[in-house]
């Protein structure tokens, strides 16, 4: 069961694309969808709703995707802009980048994590109608003489 509520693809049936037990994929996979890996996946996965890592499924490579679960392995970067899963026996060595993370008893994480703000991916552009961030300002300090 998921913490996350409403993750597309993340506990329902609507996973679009799965790459089977007996599969190995070499190369960068782009997916607009849910992808679910029970097999072993040798590069980069990009612009991902979903990305589901079965007990099964292996990545070397980094994953960028909406939402992420791993009960699997990662061995690379994950940047998930909503949130990340790291279930019981699931194990990522790389850095984490995401909004919100659960991590269970008896996973493994070798690597550091950004939250927040620091957890949309690098050059990512604002969301639609906000303004773009300014500098930052900093408090005037005044001195009595």
Same mark, same amino acid.
């Given at each position: 069961m998921s913490l996350f509520k409403g993750a597309p693809g993340a506990e329902s049936g609507d996973v #679009?694309? #799965?790459?089977?037990?007996?599969t190995y994929f070499q190369g960068v996979i782009t997916v607009r969808s849910s992808l679910r890996i029970e097999g072993e996946v040798e590069g980069d996965i990009t612009e991902a709703q979903a990305v589901i890592i079965g007990r099964r499924g292996r990545v070397k490579g980094d994953i960028n995707a909406d939402s992420v679960i791993v009960a699997g392995s990662v061995s690379g970067n994950v940047t998930a802009t909503a949130h990340l899963e790291l279930k019981s026996g699931g194990r990522i060595a790389g850095n984490i980048r995401t909004a919100r993370l659960l991590i269970e008893e008896g996973a493994s994480f070798d690597g550091s994590c950004s939250m927040g703000e620091a957890a949309k991916p690098e050059g990512a552009s604002p969301a639609q109608g906000q303004a773009p961030a300014g500098p930052e300002k900093k408090p005037i300090h005044t001195v009595a003489s």
């Open positions: #679009v694309t #799965v790459i089977g037990p007996e």
